[in-house]
């Protein structure tokens, strides 16, 4: 870890249906990790309804 925060982080983005776009999520997370010195960053957009049960959601490790 470095002085301002984590060598490593990851960023998960979600949003409710196909219409809507993650990219502002995605952009001032990517921003602020940047401020802090991250290097090491992965990205985990999602697209799915709140109200999707947990069966027919992707599942990141």
Do not use: C, K, N
């Not at 001032?28 to 947990?54: F, N």
């Amino acid at each position: 870890m470095s002085e301002s925060g984590p060598e490593s982080a990851g960023i998960y983005a979600r949003v409710s249906t196909a219409d809507q776009d993650g990219g502002r999520q995605l952009e001032e997370a990517r921003e602020h990790l940047d401020r802090l010195g991250v290097g090491d960053v992965e990205e985990y957009p999602e697209v799915v309804s709140g109200a999707a049960g947990t069966d027919t959601r992707e599942i990141y490790s």
